[in-house]
């Protein structure tokens, strides 16, 4: 797929991973739907003005299937198509299970699995009339090798993985791709106010000794959305954590 002139949805993209992934894909030529559940603002689609493309924002609650199909039928009329869906949005809700509380372990579900549900089976149906698409879910290592106080974040990106795979299958015949990109620790928003103490432990469990970029997660979204030959994958970019 040639990325220039195509659409792209990011959900939860008004920050980390997601704004980092709309820029790639912005500097490459796609029009872009940055999204989150409070307003985009004035200010972060100011940041797009010199890419030459058409960034519009569209706030919504992805775990909410009416207001999914909602978004995407905002972003369809705004820009004529969704051709490529990132699934990013997500939540965590840490603690060791005995103090779990069920609706702990279901509010991250509902965003980070039961979101990309909705939002995938609201692009679906026009993807595979167009017979072009290609959908990409932001799951993680943690999806696929668990971490203890992260029960219900591993389960939902487990799952993930398993949802991507199979709907792969299912929409392969009509050339939409599905595909998974599985991070390990990045630095962001979320890894800045860690102690040093925290991060030399970290970095201790990484073969490769560092942290990876939101812009190297990026550019792995963008060869999955461009290469038209590849479906039903998961690659760990995780400088070999889950190995």
Known sequence: MEIKGKNVFITGSTRGIGLGIAHKFAELGAN?????RGPVTEELLAQFENY???????SG???DNADAKRMV???TEALGSVDILINNAGVTRDKML???TVEDF???LKINLTGAFNMTQAVLKPMTKAREGAIINISSVVGLMGNAGQANYAASKAGLIGFSKSVAREVAGRNVRVNVIAPGFIESDMTDVLSDKVKEAMMGQIPMKNFGTVDQVADVAVFMASQDYLTGQVLA???GLAM
């Open 32 to 36: 872009v739907v940055l999204n989150g």
């Open 52 to 58: 030459g493309v058409t960034v519009v924002g569209i």
């Open 61 to 63: 609650d992805v775990s």
């Open 73 to 75: 039928e905002e972003a």
């Open 98 to 100: 005995l103090r779990m």
């Open 106 to 108: 279901e509010a991250v």
């Open 237 to 239: 970019i995780d400088g």
